[in-house]
């Protein structure tokens, strides 16, 4: 069985537990790697700065408020690289507003999931992601970048 490499770009140190702890329950063998601001999920998407041996990974989750670059530019730069443009993108925030989930397809972002509140469907959210992204939907192998 592939193991499936997942992103989590996340400053939120409970988000962060939860679902490490909801993708480590799951079915499909994973690797999560975190990055806790909009620089560093960059470094390690271009493999600069302190990620030079990073992964590229095959899957994205990506919060919108974010330390030093928001989740929006992020978004934008790596949807706008031909070295990661097709590698999905799900934004995962706790904002429902219109706004941002207007600019988050406009920079074509593949899914965009309001983070809910309490922790039973949190955690059924993020089974959901994964089972959704890995079982059903094919993607593409992922070059080095």
């Known amino acids: 069985m592939k193991t ?5 770009v996340e400053d939120n ?13 799951s ?8 990055a806790r601001d909009g620089v560093e999920a960059l470094d390690f998407m271009f493999k600069t700065g302190n990620h030079t041996q990073a992964t590229t990974p095959d899957l994205v989750l990506l919060d919108i408020n974010l330390p030093l670059k928001s989740g929006h530019e992020v978004l934008e730069t790596l949807k ?13 925030t706790t904002s429902s507003s219109e706004s941002d989930i207007v600019k988050s397809y ?8 309001t983070k809910p509140v309490e922790i039973a469907p949190f955690l059924e959210a993020i089974g959901s992601i994964e089972n959704f992204w890995f079982s059903i939907v094919t993607l593409p192998n992922q070059s080095p970048a």
């Open 106 to 113: 406009a920079h074509h972002a593949n899914c965009y999931i």
């Open 4 to 8: 499936v490499h997942i992103l989590l």
């Open 13 to 25: 140190d409970g988000d962060i537990y939860l679902t490490r702890e909801a993708l480590e329950d």
């Open 80 to 92: 706008s690289d031909p070295r990661t443009k097709q590698i999905p993108v799900i934004m995962l």
């Open 27 to 34: 079915r499909i063998i994973n690797e999560i790697s975190v």
